[in-house]
């Protein structure tokens, strides 16, 4: 089950407050490359699709597509600022099951 720290919430909070246009928006989470160690995510405010899986997450919207519904999994989204970086990292801990070469289907 797909989880998020409450800094993660915190933050779709804030950022909803400061940009209204992102109000009626979900919190997309898809899967943007993938390298030897495993995928790497993407994060944005997005309008839902008909084919996106939408689950409520602390009153969140989230919004995922079919592919990335299969592989995110137990996954735990936090908001981070540190030397990694600030926005939200995604951690799945099955990502060493996903490691090596295969490649994702495309969508159409």
């Not at 997450?57 to 600022?81: H, K, M, N, R």
């Amino acid at each position: 089950m797909l989880t998020f720290t409450s800094r993660a919430i915190d933050q779709a909070r804030l950022h909803k407050a400061m940009h209204p246009d992102t109000q009626k928006k979900g919190l997309r989470i898809w899967i943007s490359d993938k390298n030897c160690d495993g995928f790497m995510y993407g994060v944005t405010f997005d309008d839902p699709i008909e084919s996106d899986q939408q689950l409520e997450i602390e009153g969140q919207l989230v919004l995922l597509d079919p592919g990335t519904a299969t592989y995110i999994g137990d996954s735990i989204v936090d908001f981070v600022d540190d030397e990694r970086g600030r926005g939200f990292l995604v951690q799945n801990p099955e990502a060493m099951r996903f490691r090596g070469k295969f490649f994702l289907k495309s969508e159409p």
